[in-house]
């Protein structure tokens, strides 16, 4: 069964203070790794997606890579604006279309 | 582009009625629609996909007789939640995937049922 773990759940930053959130994953083979980023009461707003070991891409102050075993987003320089829930979620090479979701890294950016 | 977008927003209903969710693509045909639910500070769970023309497929555990799906064009796709009750209530979220696109799922704003 696949499995996605998050860390940390909740994160609180001062304006401009750089860190990064995890996401651990566990699938038979993966076809894909993708990050959203959720603000509460709507829907998940799509970031990236991350196919193999070794990869990045970068979105404004945010930078997701790729290992075998697990995926960091980067933020750099945050704003308040960046306040949200990221989500991370994995599609297996046995699970067809599903996604399977984290449940999260809550982050807070305060001026 | 890849607008999702459901309605309604939010919908509160007494015990024993029906409600009916539609999510619609905007600005892309999909081929494959997606229904989640989500409970506060929790993941997303899928419910169901569908694939336009076919029956859906529902994830263990989910009643399909409760949870109608209908995915009848490219654009649109519904679910009706049957004789509600209140611990049918909760966040609903659907997502689509575009006709040749790639793996990415785009997801629409949520509509929140509340049943009484």
């Known amino acids: 069964e696949d499995q996605v773990t998050q860390s940390p759940e909740a994160l609180r930053l001062q304006e401009g203070e750089s860190s990064s959130l995890n996401c651990s994953y566990t699938v038979s083979g993966l076809r894909g790794l993708f990050w959203y980023r959720q603000d509460p009461g709507k829907g998940p707003e799509f970031l990236f997606t991350l196919y193999s070991a070794g990869e990045e891409k970068e979105k404004e102050r945010l930078k997701a890579t790729l290992t075998k075993k697990e995926s960091f987003l980067h933020i750099t320089a945050p704003k308040p604006e960046d306040s949200a829930t990221y989500l991370c979620a994995v599609r297996s090479t046995g699970g067809g279309n599903k996604l399977t979701f984290g449940t999260g890294t809550q982050l807070k950016v305060e001026l | 582009g890849a607008v999702v977008s459901q309605h309604p927003s939010w919908v509160i209903c007494k015990s024993g009625t029906s409600v009916k969710i539609e999510c619609r693509s905007l600005d892309f045909q999909a081929t494959t629609m997606f229904w989640y639910r989500q409970f506060p500070k929790q993941s997303l769970m899928l419910m169901a996909t569908s694939n336009e023309g076919s029956k859906a497929t529902y994830e263990q555990g989910v009643e399909k007789d409760k949870f109608l799906i209908n995915h009848a064009s490219l654009t649109l796709s519904t679910l009706t939640v049957t004789s509600a009750h209140p611990e049918d209530s909760s966040f609903y979220i659907c997502?689509?995937?575009?006709?040749?696109?790639?793996?990415?799922?785009?997801f629409g704003p949520g509509t929140r049922l509340t049943v009484t």
């Open positions: 997502s689509a995937r575009g006709v040749g696109g790639g793996d990415e799922q785009y």
